[in-house]
C-alpha cells in the first residue's frame, strides 16, 4: 500500500523501530511497524493495516488511490499525516 506524493520525502522511510503507527489528526491505530518494507519510492509503505477499517481508499482515477484514515477521512500520505507510537507506549500491546 502507497500514498499520494509529496514534497519532502518521506519522514518515516527508515525508520523500523517496534510499533505502531496511527493518524495524526484522531491517533486511530493504521499500521504496526512489522507490516513496513523497505522501498525505494518516497511513500509509506506497509503490508496491511492493524484493523480492517484502519484506511478507506477511493479511487480518484483509475489504478491511482487516494487513502484516508478509516476513522476521520484525513488524507494519508504527506509528511504530517502520520505519526509514530513506540511500542512501550502503545494501550494493549
Partial sequence: MSFC??????????????????????????????????????????????HEDSVSKHEERPGAYKVRCGKCGNGLGHDSSLKFVPKDKVDGQ
Fill in 5 to 50: 506524493s509529496f514534497f519532502g520525502g518521506e519522514v518515516y522511510k527508515d525508520h523500523f523501530q517496534p510499533g505502531v503507527y496511527v493518524c495524526s489528526k484522531c491517533d486511530h491505530q493504521l499500521f504496526n511497524s512489522r507490516s513496513k518494507y523497505e522501498h525505494s519510492s518516497p511513500w509509506p509503505a506497509f503490508t496491511q493495516t492493524i
